[in-house]
Protein backbone atom coordinates (compact mmCIF):
# COMPACT_ATOMS: atom_id res chain seq x y z
CA UNK A 1 0.00 0.00 0.00
CA UNK A 2 2.88 2.38 0.63
CA UNK A 3 4.60 1.81 -2.50
CA UNK A 4 1.29 2.57 -4.42
CA UNK A 5 0.79 5.88 -2.53
CA UNK A 6 4.40 6.69 -3.12
CA UNK A 7 3.92 6.19 -6.89
CA UNK A 8 0.81 7.94 -6.84
CA UNK A 9 1.82 11.09 -5.44
CA UNK A 10 5.32 10.09 -7.75
CA UNK A 11 3.31 10.48 -10.46
CA UNK A 12 1.28 13.22 -9.12
CA UNK A 13 4.06 15.65 -8.86
CA UNK A 14 5.55 14.82 -12.05
CA UNK A 15 2.33 15.60 -13.85
CA UNK A 16 1.83 19.06 -12.28
CA UNK A 17 5.78 19.84 -13.17
CA UNK A 18 5.06 18.61 -16.28
CA UNK A 19 2.24 21.23 -16.86
CA UNK A 20 5.45 24.04 -16.13
CA UNK A 21 5.47 25.74 -19.52
CA UNK A 22 8.71 26.24 -21.25
CA UNK A 23 7.81 27.78 -24.05
CA UNK A 24 4.29 29.56 -24.14
CA UNK A 25 0.91 27.88 -25.75
CA UNK A 26 0.77 29.80 -28.69
CA UNK A 27 -3.00 29.99 -28.90
CA UNK A 28 -2.88 31.32 -25.59
CA UNK A 29 0.21 33.47 -26.17
CA UNK A 30 1.34 34.51 -30.09
CA UNK A 31 2.99 37.61 -28.87
CA UNK A 32 1.80 41.48 -29.61
CA UNK A 33 3.87 44.34 -29.67
CA UNK A 34 3.65 48.33 -29.95
CA UNK A 35 3.82 50.41 -32.32
CA UNK A 36 6.37 52.74 -30.83
CA UNK A 37 9.88 54.14 -32.47
CA UNK A 38 12.89 52.15 -32.33
CA UNK A 39 14.88 55.29 -30.82
CA UNK A 40 12.55 55.51 -27.68
CA UNK A 41 12.48 51.79 -26.95
CA UNK A 42 16.14 51.88 -26.66
CA UNK A 43 16.03 54.88 -24.01
CA UNK A 44 16.92 54.06 -20.87
CA UNK A 45 14.03 53.26 -18.53
CA UNK A 46 11.30 52.39 -21.45
CA UNK A 47 10.36 49.43 -20.50
CA UNK A 48 9.99 50.80 -16.62
CA UNK A 49 7.73 52.86 -17.52
CA UNK A 50 6.27 51.09 -20.14
CA UNK A 51 5.14 48.22 -17.86
CA UNK A 52 1.47 48.34 -16.96
CA UNK A 53 -0.07 44.42 -15.65
CA UNK A 54 -2.69 44.64 -13.35
CA UNK A 55 -2.90 41.88 -10.49
CA UNK A 56 -5.98 41.02 -12.52
CA UNK A 57 -4.41 40.30 -15.61
CA UNK A 58 -1.80 38.03 -14.23
CA UNK A 59 -4.46 35.89 -12.65
CA UNK A 60 -6.18 35.92 -15.95
CA UNK A 61 -2.67 34.96 -17.37
CA UNK A 62 -2.55 31.72 -14.69
CA UNK A 63 -6.24 30.88 -15.14
CA UNK A 64 -5.83 30.10 -18.81
CA UNK A 65 -2.60 28.41 -18.28
CA UNK A 66 -3.47 26.27 -15.35
CA UNK A 67 -7.36 26.69 -15.44
CA UNK A 68 -6.31 28.75 -11.53
CA UNK A 69 -3.80 30.20 -9.76
CA UNK A 70 -0.94 27.95 -8.64
CA UNK A 71 -0.21 27.44 -5.08
CA UNK A 72 3.05 28.85 -5.82
CA UNK A 73 2.71 31.89 -7.66
CA UNK A 74 5.89 33.73 -7.26
CA UNK A 75 7.58 30.70 -8.78
CA UNK A 76 6.63 32.24 -11.97
CA UNK A 77 7.00 35.27 -13.57
CA UNK A 78 3.86 37.01 -15.98
CA UNK A 79 6.42 37.61 -18.73
CA UNK A 80 5.92 39.21 -21.97
CA UNK A 81 6.78 36.84 -24.55
CA UNK A 82 7.96 39.78 -26.71
CA UNK A 83 9.61 41.45 -24.12
CA UNK A 84 8.87 45.32 -23.38
CA UNK A 85 12.60 46.71 -24.34
CA UNK A 86 11.87 44.75 -27.78
CA UNK A 87 8.47 46.84 -28.25
CA UNK A 88 6.43 43.99 -26.54
CA UNK A 89 2.97 45.37 -25.56
CA UNK A 90 1.00 44.49 -22.60
CA UNK A 91 -1.76 42.88 -24.02
CA UNK A 92 -2.75 39.56 -22.62
CA UNK A 93 -1.75 38.37 -25.90
CA UNK A 94 1.82 38.72 -25.21
CA UNK A 95 1.64 37.22 -21.74
CA UNK A 96 2.13 33.53 -19.85
CA UNK A 97 3.65 32.40 -16.86
CA UNK A 98 7.16 31.59 -17.07
CA UNK A 99 8.90 29.61 -14.41
CA UNK A 100 11.49 30.22 -12.45
CA UNK A 101 12.21 26.27 -11.25
CA UNK A 102 11.88 25.00 -14.45
CA UNK A 103 14.45 22.93 -16.54
CA UNK A 104 16.52 22.76 -18.75
CA UNK A 105 15.26 26.42 -19.01
CA UNK A 106 13.70 29.39 -16.91
CA UNK A 107 12.66 32.88 -16.96
CA UNK A 108 16.46 34.09 -15.94
CA UNK A 109 17.55 32.73 -19.87
CA UNK A 110 15.17 34.63 -21.31
CA UNK A 111 15.83 37.29 -19.69
CA UNK A 112 19.31 36.88 -20.94
CA UNK A 113 18.18 36.83 -24.79
CA UNK A 114 16.45 39.66 -24.58
CA UNK A 115 19.13 41.94 -22.75
CA UNK A 116 21.30 40.71 -25.83
CA UNK A 117 18.86 41.27 -28.64
CA UNK A 118 18.36 44.98 -26.54
CA UNK A 119 22.39 45.82 -27.11
CA UNK A 120 22.45 44.07 -30.69
CA UNK A 121 19.24 46.63 -31.76
CA UNK A 122 20.81 49.39 -30.00
CA UNK A 123 24.48 49.22 -31.72
CA UNK A 124 22.87 48.03 -35.31
CA UNK A 125 20.83 51.75 -34.64
CA UNK A 126 24.52 53.03 -33.92
CA UNK A 127 26.07 52.01 -36.67
CA UNK A 128 23.61 51.43 -39.58
CA UNK A 129 20.85 54.21 -38.53
CA UNK A 130 17.07 53.62 -37.64
CA UNK A 131 15.37 51.82 -40.52
CA UNK A 132 18.46 49.23 -39.96
CA UNK A 133 17.70 48.49 -36.21
CA UNK A 134 14.03 48.58 -36.88
CA UNK A 135 14.78 45.84 -39.42
CA UNK A 136 16.23 44.09 -36.74
CA UNK A 137 13.68 45.16 -33.60
CA UNK A 138 11.53 43.16 -36.32
CA UNK A 139 13.07 40.12 -37.03
CA UNK A 140 14.13 39.54 -33.38
CA UNK A 141 10.28 39.98 -32.23
CA UNK A 142 9.41 37.58 -34.51
CA UNK A 143 12.40 34.91 -33.61
CA UNK A 144 11.39 35.52 -29.74
CA UNK A 145 8.10 34.85 -30.76
CA UNK A 146 8.27 32.00 -32.57
CA UNK A 147 10.59 30.01 -30.51
CA UNK A 148 12.49 31.90 -27.97
CA UNK A 149 14.65 28.96 -26.89
CA UNK A 150 16.10 28.62 -30.44
CA UNK A 151 16.91 32.23 -30.38
CA UNK A 152 18.54 31.59 -26.99
CA UNK A 153 20.68 29.71 -28.40
CA UNK A 154 21.35 31.12 -31.25
CA UNK A 155 22.27 34.69 -29.69
CA UNK A 156 23.65 33.58 -26.20
CA UNK A 157 24.48 30.03 -25.99
CA UNK A 158 24.31 26.46 -27.53
CA UNK A 159 23.68 25.55 -23.92
CA UNK A 160 21.08 26.34 -21.47
Do not use: C
Not at 23 to 39: H, I, M, S, Y
Not at 107 to 121: N, P
Not at 131 to 159: C, G, M, N
Request: proline share 7%; net charge positive.
Amino acid sequence: MKTILFLLSLLISLSLRAADPLRPNPRLTPGATTNVDVEILLQPGYAKKARHVSTATKRQVFIAYFGRVPAHPGHYEIDHLISLELGGSNDIKNLWPEGYFTAPVDATMKDKLEDKMHLLVKADLKANGKASATRLLKKFQHEIATDWIAAYHQYVSPRP
